[in-house]
């Protein structure tokens, strides 16, 4: 059974930091392509940023270029989003994303809120 476990969001204030964490499991982690979704109400869900399966290439939106980081773990099935300088307009639910050809994979989200 394919399980993608998101965790680590929460209510921080602008300015402030989280780090997601993704769990996958139910499928060969290391050869899936994982990426960080977000989809603000009222928005159409957005890429955030992506990594390949070996960790070697990474890319981001324009909007968190410079503040966000994606990683992954290969060795513990994770995949982990840092997120530094948070702004209001950051403020969504975040998606766990694994692809890998026509098979694709979300996790259930966990909400990140940024306000004062």
């Known amino acids: 059974q394919v399980q993608l476990v998101e965790s680590g969001g929460g209510l921080v204030q602008p300015g402030g930091s989280l780090r997601l964490s993704c769990a996958a499991s139910g499928f060969t982690f290391s050869v899936y392509a994982m990426s960080w979704y977000r989809q603000a109400p009222g928005k159409e869900r957005e890429l955030v940023a992506g990594i390949t399966s070996a960790g070697g290439r990474t890319n981001y939106a324009d909007s968190v270029k410079g503040r966000f980081t994606i990683s992954r773990d290969n060795a513990k099935n994770t995949v982990y989003l840092q997120m530094n300088s948070l702004k209001p307009e950051d403020t969504a639910v975040y998606y766990c994303?694994?692809?890998?050809?026509?098979?694709?994979?979300w996790g259930q989200g966990t909400q990140v809120t940024v306000s004062s």
């Open positions: 994303n694994a692809q890998r050809g026509t098979n694709r994979y």
